[in-house]
C-alpha cells in the first residue's frame, strides 16, 4: 500500500480538542448548546450511529436530548415531537435520523425543523443558504469530507473532483461546496445515468464514492497520486463494504479508510455545526 491514509478519527479528535474549548465558552455566558436526535425504529446502524453522536456531545461537553421513537409512528405524531424541539429552549439544534422507514415523508419532516435548529444542514433554507453562498449549516458528511482533505493539505484549487453518487446528504451538495469560490475544484458529478464512469473517475485528482455499491471504484479507474475518499457503507453477508476497492490503496495518493476516514469526520461536523449555530445566536 503506498496511499497516504485519510485519517478521520483522529483528524476529528483534533476537531473536539478545538471545539470543547468554544463550548465551555458559550456555557460559562448561560448559552449552552443542546444537541436533540430524533430516531425511529430499530435499525441497528442507525441505532450506533445515534449512541455515538450522545457520546460525542459528553466528550465535547454539550447537553444531548435523546427521543427514540417506535418503528410504527404515524406522520402526525412525529411532527408533534419535531414542534416540541423546536419549542425547547434547551435544544439549539438537533437532527433526524435518516433513513427513516419508508411509511414517513423524510422531506416533508426536514422542512418541519426549524431552520435555526437544523444541525444537520439538511432543511430546504439551509441547502438554499449553500447555493446562494450566505452563512448557515453545511452537509455534515459533504463538509466533513472538505474538512479531512484540507486538514491533509489535499489540494482542491483548480482540482478536478469526481464524485459518484448524487444522494441529497453526501454527492448532490458536494458538488456545491466543492465549486464555491474557497475551495474553487471543478466537479463531475456522476451517477447511474453516467455513460462512461471509468473514464470520468480517471481524470479526477480527487474521487468522491458516494453510491453505496461495494467495490464499484477499481484501481485501474484511478489515476496515480489521486485522492480518493469511501462514503459507501453497505451491510453484506461479510459485513460492511465500502465503494472501494481495497486495491486502490496501491494507486491512489491518499485515501481515506472505511471505517474510520469519512464517518468521523460526518460526526465531528455535527457538532461545529451546532457550536457555530450557537455563536451565530449570540454574535
Ligand atoms: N440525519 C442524518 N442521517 C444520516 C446521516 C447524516 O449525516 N444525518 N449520515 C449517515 C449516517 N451517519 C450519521 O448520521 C454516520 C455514519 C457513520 C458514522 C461513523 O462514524 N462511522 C464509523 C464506523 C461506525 C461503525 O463501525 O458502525 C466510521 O466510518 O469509522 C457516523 C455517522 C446516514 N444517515
Ligand atoms: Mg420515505
Known amino acids: 500500500m503506498s496511499a497516504k491514509i485519510l485519517d478521520g478519527r483522529a483528524t476529528k479528535d483534533a476537531i473536539f480538542e478545538e471545539l ?40 465535547v461537553g454539550i447537553t444531548s436530548i ?69 452563512a448557515g449549516p453545511l452537509p455534515c458528511t459533504p463538509n466533513g469530507i472538505i474538512a479531512l482533505l484540507r486538514r491533509h493539505d489535499v489540494e482542491l484549487n483548480g482540482a478536478h473532483v469526481a464524485v459518484v453518487g448524487r444522494g441529497i446528504t453526501v454527492g448532490r451538495p458536494m458538488g456545491l461546496l466543492l465549486t464555491r469560490r474557497s475551495e474553487n475544484s471543478t ?6 445515468g453516467t455513460k462512461d464512469l471509468a473514464a470520468e473517475v480517471s481524470r479526477a485528482d480527487v474521487v468522491i464514492a458516494a453510491a453505496g455499491k461495494p467495490g464499484l471504484i ?9 485522492a480518493v ?6 451491510r453484506t453477508d461479510d459485513g460492511l463494504s465500502g465503494d472501494v476497492h481495497p486495491d486502490v490503496a496501491e494507486v491512489a495518493g491518499f485515501i481515506s479508510p472505511n471505517p474510520g476516514g469519512v464517518g468521523p469526520m460526518t460526526r465531528a461536523m455535527l457538532l461545529s455545526n451546532v457550536v457555530e449555530a450557537a455563536e451565530r445566536e449570540s454574535a
Open 20 to 59: 470543547r474549548p468554544r463550548v465551555a465558552k458559550l456555557s460559562e455566558q448561560g448559552r449552552a448548546p443542546g444537541l436533540a436526535t430524533v430516531l425511529v425504529g430499530d435499525d441497528p446502524g442507525s441505532h450506533s450511529y445515534v449512541r455515538a453522536k450522545h457520546n460525542d456531545c459528553a466528550k
Open 66 to 134: 435523546r427521543k427514540d421513537l417506535p418503528a410504527d409512528i404515524g406522520q402526525a405524531d412525529l411532527e408533534a415531537v419535531l414542534d416540541e424541539l423546536n419549542a425547547d429552549p434547551a435544544c439549539t439544534g438537533y437532527i433526524v435520523q435518516l433513513p427513516l422507514p419508508d411509511h414517513l415523508d423524510s422531506g416533508a419532516l426536514l422542512e418541519r425543523i426549524d431552520p435555526a435548529k437544523d444541525a444537520d444542514g439538511l432543511h430546504p433554507t439551509s441547502l438554499g443558504k449553500l447555493v446562494l453562498g450566505e
Open 187 to 192: 466537479v463531475t458529478l456522476c451517477h447511474t
Open 218 to 226: 477499481t484501481a485501474d479507474m484511478i489515476k496515480p497520486g489521486a
Open 229 to 234: 475518499l469511501d462514503v459507501g457503507v453497505t
